[in-house]
């Protein structure tokens, strides 16, 4: 996801990020360094050598720092960076199961019912086309159990 547009409110104590689909806050208190009252936001701009992904600021003093859109898009809980996160994970572990597995990479694919450039991408953690469907299919073709387990936030 890529940032148009990125300011600082030094009033709110956030940075107020703007991408394509819509704008997210930032707080002053996740970032280091952090800005003080007496050490105050000066600029804020989109990092292109972070491929727009990203954005710098500069303190009063002269210190700066960089966050990456991924930061952002965890502390609002984006469905979207949820989902991809999540499948990232199922992912992670489905490659370990496999590894691990006494079963050949071909009968996996029978059991799935697919083709092997299939077993391949659902295996691919920089894939995010595939379903979760399709993980928790292939994580039960390796004798897992998967369950989600829903629990209050900690502070």
Do not use: W
């Amino acid at each position: 996801m890529k940032i148009r547009r990125v300011s600082a409110n030094n009033r709110k104590r956030v940075f107020e990020v703007k991408t394509s689909s819509r704008t997210f806050v930032y707080p002053y208190s996740r970032v280091d360094p952090r800005p003080a009252p007496a050490d105050r936001v000066a600029e804020a701009a989109v990092d292109a050598e972070l491929g727009r992904e990203g954005f710098s600021y500069v303190l009063e003093s002269g210190k700066g720092g960089t966050v990456h859109i991924d930061q952002v898009l965890e502390y609002n809980q984006d469905p979207g960076y949820l989902r991809n996160a999540l499948l990232y994970k199922l992912t992670l572990e489905a490659q370990k199961r496999v590894h691990a597995s006494p079963l050949s990479k071909r009968e996996i694919v029978r059991r799935l019912g697919t083709s092997a450039a299939q077993l391949y991408r659902l295996l691919d953690q920089t894939n995010y086309r595939k379903s979760i469907d399709h993980m928790l299919l292939l994580l039960s073709v390796l004798d897992c159990e998967v369950d989600l387990v829903v629990r209050a936030k900690t502070a």
